[in-house]
């Protein structure tokens, strides 16, 4: 009892350092009642679920946040709030394999413009919102390994356009699918110079199954990719296990450790944009709550 007290302690702490000074600002109704009822769904988990969430927490916090390679100079590529990344302001790359476009493409246009060959991947929609010569567009969905009248598979895609994987920037927005799409990555080593991910559902961390393929995620990428920007994604909210806070919702850009020697040491300007701009940014710090 006394430390679900505690927890509850925390919460209130951390509603505090958000919204404390920013009273303009609200993660709406929505937002907050689903991390309310995430933060009671804790209650009914066992004691070792919980630990293990916790320690692969902790773990995601040690790579994505304490290895963060700080720097480097990057810039922000797409559009003005949601659907915009961020890639090395000095990177030359020859390709751009872009799974989850939607109703925007600026990010993809951003690198056509420059005469980068584009394949952008969804199957959502029949055709790009602004086409370009540079873009090709696939109308399926990005899988791990099957390639029939509805998905493609990575490996199919590079193997057809020759690509050339350190000169190319693999972005993923594919809402919760880009870790299938990560563990075909190491399977049939398709590692890309430049990794762009949104990831998804982090609030299934207490689930074995989801944990287990995280974990699997976590191992992969900490062997090969370095962090170099990491932003909270505010159209999720952010979660509690146990003593640690996370994000719903990350974006992450990774450099492959091959080549990250390349990079060339400075700084960047302010890079923290929301992705929905009615709702308070949620901070990194919130890993340290």
Same mark, same amino acid.
């Given at each position: 009892m006394f430390s679900r007290l505690i927890?509850?302690?925390?919460?209130?702490?951390?509603?505090?350092?958000?919204?404390?000074?920013?009273?303009?600002?609200t993660y709406g109704k929505?937002?907050?009642?689903?991390?309310?009822?995430?933060?009671?769904s804790t209650f009914s988990i066992g004691i070792d679920q919980q630990i293990a969430a916790e320690k692969i927490i902790a773990r995601?916090?040690? @790579?994505?946040?304490?290895?963060?390679?700080? #720097?480097? &100079?990057?810039?922000r590529l797409?559009?003005?709030?949601?659907?915009?990344?961020?890639?090395?302001?000095?990177?030359?790359?020859?390709y751009v394999i872009s799974a989850g476009i939607g109703k925007n493409c600026e990010f993809e246009q951003e690198f056509a413009s420059q005469g980068v060959t584009v394949i952008a991947i969804d199957p959502t929609v029949p055709s790009l919102?602004?086409?370009?010569?540079?873009?090709?567009?696939?109308?399926?969905f990005l899988s791990g390994s099957l390639n029939n009248r509805k998905c493609v598979s990575l490996k199919a895609i590079v193997e057809g356009y020759n690509n050339e994987l350190k000169k190319t920037i693999l972005k993923l927005d594919i809402e919760g699918a880009e870790y299938e799409i990560l563990e075909s990555i190491e399977k049939n080593r398709l590692f890309s110079g430049l990794l762009i991910?949104? @990831?998804?559902?982090?609030?299934?961390?207490? #689930?074995? &199954?989801?944990?287990q393929q995280f974990e699997r995620t976590l191992?992969?990428?900490?062997?090969?990719?370095?962090?170099?920007?990491?932003?909270?994604?505010?159209?999720?909210?952010?979660?509690?296990?146990g003593n640690y806070f996370f994000p719903e919702v990350f974006e992450v850009t990774l450099i492959n450790r091959e080549i990250s020697h390349q990079l060339i040491p400075g700084t960047?300007?302010?890079?923290?944009?929301?992705?929905?701009?009615?709702?308070?940014e949620i901070p990194n710090k919130i890993f340290e709550a």
């Open positions: 927890g509850l302690l925390r919460w209130i702490l951390l509603f505090y350092k958000i919204f404390h000074g920013r009273g303009h600002g929505e937002a907050v009642s689903k991390a309310l009822d995430v933060y009671e995601a916090k040690s @790579f994505f946040i304490d290895e963060l390679r700080e #720097n480097v &100079s990057l810039i797409g559009a003005k709030f949601d659907g915009g990344y961020y890639v090395p302001a000095d990177s030359s790359f020859d919102p602004h086409p370009h010569s540079s873009i090709t567009h696939i109308q399926k991910v949104e @990831f998804h559902n982090l609030y299934q961390v207490t #689930n074995d &199954s989801f944990r191992s992969f990428l900490e062997d090969r990719y370095q962090p170099i920007h990491f932003h909270s994604n505010n159209w999720g909210t952010f979660h509690n296990v960047s300007p302010l890079l923290s944009v929301p992705n929905n701009p009615k709702r308070l």
